[in-house]
């Protein structure tokens, strides 16, 4: 990926002579946050921009020094606010680092992901015990659940970042970073596109869990935890007879399965 834009550099002002006192504070944040930027002290250098939230070079070097710290989310909020609060000087490069957070937070999901779902899959019980079996599946079920809400993240973000991407080119059409990274992030969804057509996606008995179910399954989750498995038992029970149709999901009723024959161990 093409390296972020640099810090907003600071106008040759004179503080004590020039400007109001906000336009002074703003001008020493700005020089104190850049000093502690180019000490590579991010979080110092946030903690000095943020002194002048309403100078809109301020805004955009902390969003800089957010996305130094992967900080991806946080970043994209004052990238997008350095954009809509300036002129356009500082707007085109507001938006693409805007799409540079975006895509870093994607693929740093994507990575994350991977990761959850080979441990998931790695995983062993501790014995034959029925509670070992329980817990080795309860904590599974958990990594794979985190895995997938990272994967619906990427989704948003990839749009998003495309979309910052495509909105810096129309304000600096020259600007051959963001060309660059825009191919780049439209070559990952298109890849991201192609796997899930080829895949057809998870099996519909388990994507189609409705979400009243999958609360259940999560409580019940929280009660096998606490080894309180009757409880357990009687929630995923209670919640079959309220929806008899989730006797055709496969996921409820293995969940379901075993909770019973641990409820019947203790």
């Not at 810090?7 to 503080?15: D, E, H, K, M, N």
């Not at 104190?32 to 070097?61: E, K, L």
């Not at 996305?67 to 970043?75: E, I, N, T, V, Y």
Request: proline fraction near 3%; include cysteine; charged fraction near 30%.
């Amino acid at each position: 990926m093409a390296r972020a834009h640099a810090l907003i550099p600071v106008l040759a002002v004179l503080l004590a002579a020039c400007g109001t006192a906000e336009e002074r504070a703003a001008e020493r944040a700005l020089r104190t946050g850049a000093s502690f930027y180019n000490d590579s002290s991010y979080m110092q250098a946030d903690s000095a921009f943020a002194t002048a939230p309403h100078d809109a070079r301020a805004i955009y070097d902390r969003g800089m020094a957010l996305l130094a710290l992967d900080d991806h989310r946080s970043a994209v909020a004052q990238f997008s606010s350095a954009a809509e609060a300036d002129t356009l000087l500082l707007r085109p490069i507001a938006r693409y680092n805007q799409g540079n957070a975006l895509l870093r937070e994607a693929r740093y999901n994507a990575l994350t992901s991977v990761s959850l779902r080979e441990e998931a899959f790695s995983l062993k019980p501790g014995s034959d015990d029925i509670a070992d079996r329980l817990r080795h599946a309860v904590r599974t079920d958990s990594m794979l659940r985190a895995s997938n809400r990272l994967d619906a993240r990427i989704d948003t973000v990839l749009p998003e970042a495309i979309k910052a991407y495509k909105a810096a080119l129309l304000l600096a059409p020259d600007d051959d970073d963001a060309r660059h990274n825009l191919l780049l992030a439209q070559g990952e969804w298109a890849k991201r596109q192609k796997e899930r057509s080829n895949s057809g996606k998870n099996d519909n008995q388990q994507k189609d869990l409705s979400a009243q179910a999958k609360l259940l399954m999560e409580k019940a989750d929280a009660l096998v935890e606490e080894y309180r498995f009757q409880e357990a038992l009687a929630l995923l029970q209670d919640g079959l007879r309220k929806e008899p149709s989730l006797s055709s999901k496969k996921e409820y009723m293995e969940k379901l399965d075993l909770v019973t024959k641990a409820a019947a161990s203790r």
